[in-house]
C-alpha cells in the first residue's frame, strides 16, 4: 500500500499555507495550484470563440471541447469524451437532462427519488408534475435503535417501491449529510433485477457523485449507470460540474434542448445549451494530473485507496469524541451511522438535544467567533432528509456538519474537537 503524504498534498493548495482549517469541504473543496494555472493560461491566451479555423480558436477548441470532455471520462471510467456534459452546477445539469427526456416520459410512469440532496431530486419532481408522472420515495430509516438520526438508505427499502410502470431510479452514491456510502452497483443490480421481474419496460438509473467523487473513484461502467454527476468544484477543481450521460441514453431517450438548427445527435451539447465556461473546463484538466501525484502508483485506484485511508484516520478521533458517554449524555447525536470504516466518508452531522439542547447556528457561531476554522449549520439541500428526521428538528437551523478530505490533517482535527470541547464542557 502506498504511503500517503499530507504534507506534500496540502502544498498544492495555496489557500492551505495560511493555516486556516477548511472544514466545509462538502460544500466545496480548495482548488489546486494547478487548476488555477490552466485557467490563468487560458484567458490570457487562448480567449477566443471556439470553432474557427484560425490557430488561437483551434487550440482554445482542443481545450474545451476535447481535453476537458476526455480528462472526465477518465475520472468517472466512461466509453467516451461524448458521454460528457458540462455545466455550471449539477443541479443545471440535471435539470437539462430532464428537459432533455421529457418527451418521453409518459403520464403513470414512475420515479423513485430519494430526501437526499435536491439536485437529484427536484428535477425529476419538477418533470414528473409537468408530465403526470408519479413520485414515491426511497427514504432513509433507522439504523441503530440507540439513536434516533442514525438513518441510511437500503436496498430492502427500495425494492418493493419498483414496478411494471418504474422509469426513472434517483439516488445517491453518498449522502452530504449522513456520509454514507450507498453500495452502488449492489443497488443498480437488484434495481434492474427487480424491474425486470416486475416487467418493467424501460428503466433508467440517475445517480448523484456530488458528495462520493472527492473520496472514492467513481466507474460509471462497472456501476451500469445511465446518468452520473459530479461537480469539479468539490474534487479539488474549478465551479463546474460533469454529467455522464450513458451514449445509448444520449442517442435514444435523451432529446435536444439546442438550438434547433444544430446536429447534435450523440453529442453532449444535445443537453449543454449555449457555452459553459470553457477556462472552467480547461482547469478540470489539472484534476487528474493531481489526483496521480498523491501515490508513486500513478492510478487514480491507487491514489483513492490512499484518500480514503488517510481520511480514517481523520473520521476516526472526531467520531470517537462525539460518541463518548459525555457527549451522549450531554445530547449530541449523530445524524447518520456512527461507525468508522471505509463505507463512510469524513463528513459528519451532528445535533444537541436533550435537556440542555443547542441550536446548530449558535454551535456554529461559537466556531465563527473564535476564527480559524470553517464548518457550517443547516439542510445544505438535503431539506426533505432533514425534514424527515424524527425526532423533530428545524430544517432550517439543521445539523451542524464537519466536513473532511484528505488534505486535513489529525492536528486540525484536534483543534475542532478542542472547541467542540469548549462549547460542550466537557
Request: glycine share 8%; proline share 5%.
Amino acid at each position: 500500500m502506498s504511503t500517503f503524504d499530507v504534507m506534500k498534498a496540502r502544498s498544492n493548495f495555496p489557500s492551505l499555507s495560511t493555516g486556516y482549517i477548511f472544514a466545509d469541504n462538502a460544500g466545496g473543496s480548495q482548488a489546486t495550484k494547478g487548476v488555477v494555472d490552466r485557467i490563468s493560461d487560458y484567458l490570457l491566451n487562448t480567449n477566443v470563440q471556439l470553432g474557427a479555423d484560425y490557430s488561437i480558436s483551434v487550440l482554445s477548441t482542443e481545450r474545451a471541447l476535447v481535453e476537458g470532455p476526455t480528462e472526465a471520462a477518465k475520472l468517472v471510467n466512461a466509453i467516451s469524451p461524448d458521454e460528457i456534459v458540462f455545466g455550471g452546477s449539477s443541479t443545471m445539469n440535471l435539470e437539462n437532462l430532464a428537459r432533455g427526456l421529457e418527451p418521453g416520459i409518459q403520464a403513470g410512469d414512475e420515479f423513485i427519488v430519494t430526501g437526499e440532496h435536491e439536485a437529484n431530486v427536484g428535477p425529476w419532481k419538477k418533470l414528473a408534475a409537468r408530465r403526470g408522472a408519479v413520485l414515491k420515495y426511497w427514504n432513509a430509516t433507522q439504523t441503530s435503535p440507540n439513536n434516533p438520526f442514525s438513518v441510511s438508505l437500503k436496498i430492502e427499502d427500495l425494492l418493493p417501491l419498483i414496478s411494471s410502470k418504474t422509469r426513472i431510479i434517483a439516488f445517491t452514491a453518498c449522502s452530504n449529510i449522513l456520509g454514507s456510502i450507498v453500495p452502488v452497483r449492489d443497488v443498480i443490480q437488484a434495481a434492474r433485477a427487480t424491474a425486470k421481474e416486475r416487467g418493467a419496460v424501460k428503466v433508467e438509473i440517475s445517480l448523484d457523485c456530488v458528495a462520493f467523487a472527492p473520496h472514492r473513484l467513481i466507474d460509471v461502467q462497472y456501476w451500469d449507470v445511465d446518468f452520473c454527476v459530479f461537480s469539479f468544484y468539490k474534487v479539488y477543481g474549478p465551479h463546474t460540474s460533469a454529467l455522464y450521460v450513458r451514449s445509448s441514453a444520449l442517442m435514444t431517450s435523451v432529446t435536444s434542448i439546442a438550438h434547433h438548427f444544430l446536429k447534435v445527435e450523440g453529442k453532449p451539447y444535445k443537453i449543454q445549451p449555449g457555452g459553459p465556461g470553457y477556462e472552467l473546463i480547461y482547469g478540470t484538466t489539472a484534476v487528474i494530473p493531481y489526483l496521480l501525484s498523491l501515490t508513486p502508483s500513478n492510478t487514480l485506484a491507487a491514489s483513492f485507496d490512499a484518500i480514503a485511508a488517510h481520511e480514517q484516520t481523520l473520521l476516526g478521533p472526531l467520531m470517537s469524541y462525539l460518541t463518548t458517554p459525555a457527549q451522549v449524555a450531554r445530547g449530541v447525536r449523530i445524524v447518520g451511522e456512527e461507525k468508522v470504516d471505509l463505507s463512510r466518508v469524513p463528513t459528519v452531522s451532528f445535533v444537541v438535544v436533550g435537556d440542555k439542547p443547542m441550536k446548530s447556528k449558535d454551535i456554529v457561531h461559537i466556531f465563527d467567533q473564535k476564527g480559524g476554522v470553517g464548518i457550517r449549520y443547516g439542510h445544505f439541500y438535503a431539506y426533505s432528509l432533514i425534514d424527515e428526521l424524527s425526532p423533530k428538528i428545524d430544517p432550517d437551523d439543521g445539523v451542524v456538519r464537519i466536513s473532511l478530505v484528505h488534505y486535513n490533517t489529525v492536528q486540525e482535527v484536534n483543534r475542532i474537537i478542542e472547541i467542540l470541547a469548549e462549547i460542550f464542557g466537557a
